[in-house]
């Protein structure tokens, strides 16, 4: 089974594709989903993430192969925007959909993990009409180590 990767440059809507994706997979004793947004507060008008679009689609997909070798899943789904977006706005989804939960929690985990920490996109976010570039957390590259 394929995942569906999709890598979009305008809004999504995440309960629409939640609801088709459950929707196909009757099967599933439990879907997980994670749903990434811009976070309102601290200034921030907007957030851009830039990619190099020779390599990004490829290596999302490449990890959905990864977290289907290593789990056993009905379905995984991982969307993810590119471009300008505000407070508010959708940025990732995730889900996976398992015939028991956690096998579906762990891919979702690891799934983001590996998206946040292996990241294809540069990100900046501009507060009080500048822009700046956003670097890595600590906690984000500990997170990633987790799965070795």
Request: charged share 25%; net charge negative; hydrophobic share 50%.
């Amino acid at each position: 089974m394929a995942g569906d990767v999709r890598l979009l440059t305008g809004a999504f809507d995440p309960a629409s594709l939640l609801r088709d994706f459950t929707a196909a997979r009757p099967q599933a004793g439990g879907i997980v989903s994670f749903l990434g947004q811009v976070r309102e507060g601290g200034g921030v008008e907007a957030l851009e993430l830039r990619h190099y679009e020779p390599l990004t689609l490829p290596a999302m997909e490449a990890l959905a192969a990864r977290v289907l070798a290593r789990w056993t899943l009905d379905g995984l789904l991982v969307v993810h925007r590119s471009g300008t977006m505000v407070p508010g706005e959708p940025i990732v989804l995730v889900a996976a959909a398992a015939r028991h939960r956690r096998d579906a929690f762990a891919a979702a985990d690891f799934a983001m993990d590996h998206l946040k920490s292996e990241s294809w996109f540069w990100k900046r976010e501009k507060v009080a009409g500048e822009w700046r570039w956003i670097e890595p957390r600590e906690q984000d590259i500990e997170d990633l180590a987790r799965w070795a």
